[in-house]
């Protein structure tokens, strides 16, 4: 009769302990699916400030026609700021600045009543806000923790890749302003300068840590995305030597410009993407 109790005890403790390691791993997976939720939302309202950043340069600079495009861009993220999501980032002192921030830059740039650079500059603040959030949310969500192989963290790639396109973004948002007043001249056009070769050195060394991950679900893919990268920068940044630097008149129209600079970030963003995918898929399998 001992025999048997000892033996029932043993199937309900063992039992109890399956039933409790099904919930923590439960729990694990949750935890994991919002943070990867909370970093796709952060990174797309970066991605639409960005953009804010670009249109609103040019905007304040003369080209009119961009009036509706920047509303849009505007509701966008005034739509982001009334997301659900936010609720988990209230706790987060940079997204209570993008909170404050974010209405008062709006009003300013639709009245006109900034000189571009500051404008620039406060977009650039607002962005260098953005990526801190992101890393202190992938930080409280334990991203760091998560590898692609023995030395790659999911987090630092997936932020140096963020860092990457805000540094084309800038580049985009000056060329842009650039392009209406039709002439590269005075800080705009050493700025420009500055981040030709800040972009192509960033660029570079994010290429050099994807050739280096040995990971054989990613490896062919990671090849694919860092040639298309590649040549998308080369095109940008002939673009700008040849006909956005230049003494004489700019004849490239801002939006055309503006599109050129996208494709890098698209392309880059499209890489966040694969990185996030493979993050949600695998170590959903492995818990």
């Known amino acids: ?13 063992f039992a109890a302990v399956m039933a409790r390691m099904s919930v923590l791993r439960s729990q694990a997976i949750e935890k994991m699916q919002r943070g990867l939720d909370l970093l796709i939302f952060i990174r797309q309202v970066m991605d639409s400030s960005q953009k804010h950043r670009g249109t609103a340069n040019a905007y304040v600079q003369g080209n009119d026609r961009l009036r509706s495009q920047l509303m849009s861009i505007q509701s966008g993220l005034d739509r982001a700021l009334a997301d659900g999501s936010v609720e988990a980032l209230k706790n987060f002192p ?3 600045s993008f909170s404050d921030h974010w209405p008062r830059l709006k009003q300013h740039v639709l009245d006109k009543d900034l000189k571009p650079f500051h404008l620039i500059r406060q977009h650039n603040l607002m962005i260098e806000s953005q990526l801190s959030l992101f890393d202190d949310v992938a930080r409280a969500h334990d991203f ?17 890749t963020l860092h990457a396109a805000e ?11 650039l392009c209406v007043r039709g002439k590269a001249e005075g800080a705009d056009a050493m700025m420009l300068d500055f981040l030709r070769r800040t972009l192509k ?9 994807l050739s280096m991950i040995n990971n054989d679900k990613l490896n062919q893919t990671l090849r694919t995305e860092a040639q298309k990268i590649q040549s998308l920068m080369q095109v940008l940044l002939s673009t700008i030597e040849q006909k956005i630097l230049i ?36 170590y959903a399998e492995l818990y």
């Open 94 to 96: 940079q997204w209570q």
């Open 201 to 209: 050195s960033h660029t570079d060394e994010l290429l050099r840590e």
């Open 1 to 13: 009769m001992s025999s048997y109790l000892s033996v029932m005890v043993l199937i309900v403790l």
């Open 144 to 160: 760091h923790k998560l590898m692609l192989d023995n030395k790659t963290r999911v987090s630092e790639l997936c932020l140096d």
């Open 167 to 177: 540094t084309i973004g800038q580049a985009r948002a000056i060329g842009s302003g």
């Open 247 to 282: 003494d004489g008149a700019i004849q490239t129209d801002s939006q055309h410009y503006f599109e050129i600079a996208s494709q890098p970030i698209e392309a880059l963003l499209r890489l966040f993407g694969l990185i996030i995918d493979y993050t949600r898929n695998h």
